[in-house]
Structures are given as C-alpha cells and as structure tokens.
C-alpha cells in the first residue's frame, strides 16, 4: 500500500473519532523501522515500516503534533536516519536518549516541551514494560508488533476514545456528588437559620 494511500486511510479513520490525542509519540526501533539503529551505520540509507509515513502525514494534515520516544543508544544514527526520510522536521520533540527508566524521563521531557498533558498524549512501542511505564503516568498506550499499522491506529484510537470516555464520566459523577453535598450543605445551613430566627 503506498504512502498516499495509507495517508487517506489514515485520514478516513481519524475522521470517525471525535476525541482525537493532541500529541502522537512514536518509538523508532522496531515500531516506525524495522531494525536497531545501533545495528546499522550512517551510510546506510534506511526505509520505514509501509505504513508508517502515510501514517505520519494523516496525523499532521489532522493537526495533532508527533513526538519520539527512544532509548537508542545511537542518537547520531538515528537522527541522521529521521534526516535521510525526510521526516525529522515533522517532530516537535525528539527525546532519543539511552535510559533505563523504561521512557518515563522522556514523556516527562516531552511534556515540559510541549505542555501536553499525558492524558492527552496516545504512544506507540515495540516493548511492553515500556509500555506498561509510560501508562501509569495517564498516556494511553499501545504495544505494536511488527511496527505501527492502520490497525494498531484504530485500536489506538479506540482506546484512547474509551480512556477519555471514562475520564469525562467520573468528571460528571465527580460534578453531580459534589453539587449534592453544595446542596445538602445549604439545605442544612437554612434550616439552621430557620431554627435560630424562630428562637429568637
């Protein structure tokens, strides 16, 4: 499937959603290409996973910006990477950096830039704990096998319509309990004026 192709599926698709991520964070090894950076060498002219580009631009045309998460060891090969496809520019943060605190330091990098909050961010990664990390900061979060898809965006944004679905949801539980103890509370402050004004 080729590049435009993907894109208008991908911009059908993001269409069907009313509740849509401000930011999409993607890994690079093994979720946007098909290899470790620190496998391969600069020259090397590298090539993305078929759907990813189509992908990429269906999210910027849309208006939700694009970050990178990674753990590469390589920070100079991958960057020369995101250069040779002619796609760095379409990041507004590229935290590529060796860590082993499973990406939580990244996403808390990713938010003093760009002021997203993570419940408005939607990740993509090849590695579980890594996912399993980032979600308990309130990132909705996707565990990709053979790099990022259509499907595994329809299932992304599928959850992250639930996610933010439930969170609407205890906001109006939050709303209605605590407008009935508002109410409860002036109920019992009149009756308590009532009494004393009829002591009185």
């Not at 059908?12 to 993607?26: H, N, S, Y």
């Not at 620190?38 to 090539?47: A, I, L, N, V």
């Not at 250069?83 to 950096?97: C, G, N, P, T």
Request: a positive charge.
């Amino acid at each position: 499937m080729g590049d435009e192709k993907v894109k208008a599926e991908a911009l059908e698709l993001l269409g069907m959603f009313q509740a849509l991520p401000r930011l999409v964070v993607f890994d690079l090894d093994y979720t946007l290409w098909p290899f470790y950076c620190e496998c391969r060498s600069k020259r090397e002219m590298p090539s993305l996973y078929p759907h990813a580009r189509g992908i990429l631009y269906a999210l910027k045309e849309k208006g939700i910006d694009l970050a990178i998460a990674s753990r590469s060891p390589t920070a100079d090969i991958a960057k020369t990477f995101l250069d040779k496809l002619s796609i760095k520019s379409m990041f507004v943060a590229q935290e590529i950096i060796s860590s082993w605190t499973h990406k939580t330091d990244h996403f808390q990098k990713i938010h003093s830039r760009t002021d997203v909050p993570f419940n408005s961010m939607r990740f993509f990664d090849d590695e579980n704990r890594n996912i399993q990390a980032v979600s308990k900061m309130g990132v909705t979060s996707m565990l990709v096998n053979k790099g990022v898809t259509v499907g595994a965006l329809r299932q992304g944004l599928t959850k992250y319509s639930e996610n933010v679905n439930i969170s609407e949801r205890n906001k109006q539980k939050w709303r209605t309990k605590f407008s009935q103890n508002s109410n409860v509370s002036e109920k019992s402050s009149n009756s308590s004026e009532k009494n004393e004004s009829e002591d009185n």
